[in-house]
């Protein structure tokens, strides 16, 4: 083997130990994000069902009491959370809370994401994350 052959190939292989090495910790990056804001949500939903007292009936289309919406401001205002939506049993989406404000949600799609999370763990809200598709309760 010549010398430039010889430093073609370590050229090769230390190329192929960057590229492997960058993949490697990009995919590790990715899943401990993706756990992170799992958890995030899981334990952000388990915070809401516990303080909002009204759950069920803003679920139900009804306005939520004065204490819920004192608590979906302050909620906003502590920034923990990005964006969250309060689901209805059918899937539709009841309540939105983002940087613009929390606001009841007049026409809202059907999410077959929420209506799965909804079934599966009979929940009143599921909590969606902009950057996810979406978490159970």
């Not at 799992?38 to 809401?48: G, H, L």
Request: with cysteine; hydrophobic share 45%; charged share 15%.
């Amino acid at each position: 083997m010549t010398i430039h052959r010889s430093l073609g190939v370590v050229l090769l292989v230390l190329l192929a130990l960057i590229g492997g090495t960058l993949g490697t910790v990009k995919l590790t990056n990715d899943h401990l994000l993706y756990r992170d804001a799992t958890a995030t949500a899981r334990n952000w939903a388990r915070y809401v069902a516990e303080n909002v007292k009204d759950l069920e009936q803003i679920a139900a289309g009804e306005q939520p009491s004065s204490a819920s919406m004192a608590f979906f401001r302050w909620a906003q205002s502590v920034g923990l959370v990005f964006r969250y939506e309060i689901f209805n049993r059918g899937g539709y989406s009841q309540l939105i809370s983002d940087r613009q404000g929390t606001a009841l949600v007049d026409l809202s799609e059907f999410n077959p994401a929420a209506a799965a999370a909804v079934t599966a763990f009979q929940c009143f809200g599921t909590f969606v994350l902009d950057t996810l598709s979406g978490f159970s309760c």
